[in-house]
């Protein structure tokens, strides 16, 4: 499988944005809070994922963007067993990871926190499926 990131693969609907904060649940791992709910009607693709910076605690849009970017990557790596699952299962998981330190990580520590929290979301999908 190729390690992608399409633009059918991205969560940009504000409805679906706005049902995930509001009813999905979440994981946390500094410096990410991870938003994921599965969709109610299934789509052709198994994960939907976006990403959020809080303008707030980054003003310039650089140094935002350069966080999305080591989020979307960290994600783009390692999405293929959770995107497996979601296929084989049949369902379509949207997920939100948001930034929430004060400072820039660096793309290792956020690649960690992504790994970390794509394998719980993992064992939590494989355990509600047995």
Do not use: W
Request: aromatic share 8%; proline share 4%.
């Amino acid at each position: 499988m190729r390690y992608s990131l399409n633009k059918n693969e991205r969560l940009k609907k504000r409805d679906d944005i706005q049902h995930l904060f509001a009813h999905g649940k979440s994981e946390f791992a500094h410096p990410i809070k991870l938003y994921y709910q599965l969709k109610e009607n299934n789509s052709d693709t198994p994960l939907l994922f976006g990403v959020s910076v809080p303008k707030k605690k980054f003003k310039k849009a650089v140094d935002r963007n350069l966080i999305k970017r080591r989020i979307r990557e960290a994600y783009r790596l390692n999405q293929i067993p959770l995107k497996n699952l979601m296929a084989e299962k049949g369902h379509c998981l949207m997920i939100m990871p948001v930034y929430i330190a004060d400072e820039i990580q660096d793309y290792k520590q956020i690649e960690g926190k992504i790994i970390l929290l794509l394998q719980r979301l993992l064992r939590i999908y494989e355990q509600d499926n047995q």
